[in-house]
């Protein structure tokens, strides 16, 4: 499914200085908030992946969790939270990486993925890269494949997309703010 990256683009709010000053958030409420934007977004993935054999869908905590359920139900596959550190109960595997502003920990269950398995993973948004990486390990670790990781967002001036696709991941994201 084809659709203009512009009429996603201009539904995301920026919010200057948050959470921290000089960062420009990204905010992507409004595209869930809006039923026909929220169905062309889910659309555009699904449409994406649905013949892409995909065995399971792994979205990166919090927003990520939004987008990637929703395109796991619809392509009828299954879905595992990749949580910040301390979130999840049973026994996980950890990766530690950088954000634009610090640093963090992300784990997931160490049973999420079965050797193997082809992985799309989603998020709402590249920056660094960092989150996108650490999760991409993790599922390798477990021996997962990440045969594409996925967002709605790249900024692109923060280099997280090129370092995403050096680390061997395809990348699809569906509008960027470069120049913006």
């Avoid at 200057?16 to 905010?27: L, T, Y």
């Amino acid at each position: 499914m084809l659709i203009d990256p512009g009429y996603i683009r201009d539904r995301i709010r920026t919010v200057a200085d948050w959470p921290i000053a000089g960062v420009q958030f990204r905010d992507i409420t409004p595209l869930l908030q809006d039923p026909k934007t929220f169905r062309v977004l889910v659309d555009c993935f699904v449409h994406r992946y649905m013949d892409m054999n995909v065995d399971v869908v792994a979205g990166v905590d919090a927003r990520g969790f939004i987008l990637g359920a929703v395109v796991a139900y619809e392509l009828n596959r299954g879905f595992v939270p990749v949580r910040k550190k301390g979130k999840l109960p049973f026994h996980t595997v950890a990766e530690e990486y950088e954000l634009e502003y610090g640093s963090a920990t992300v784990e997931l269950h160490s049973d999420a993925i079965v050797p193997g398995q082809r992985v799309l993973l989603i998020d709402d948004l590249v920056a660094t890269g960092g989150t996108m990486i650490a999760a991409a390990k993790l599922i390798r670790k477990l021996g997962g494949e990440v045969f594409e990781a996925a967002a709605i967002v790249d900024l692109p001036e923060l280099g997280g997309s090129k370092l995403v696709r050096e680390q061997g991941i395809p990348l699809f994201t569906v509008c960027d703010f470069s120049g913006h």
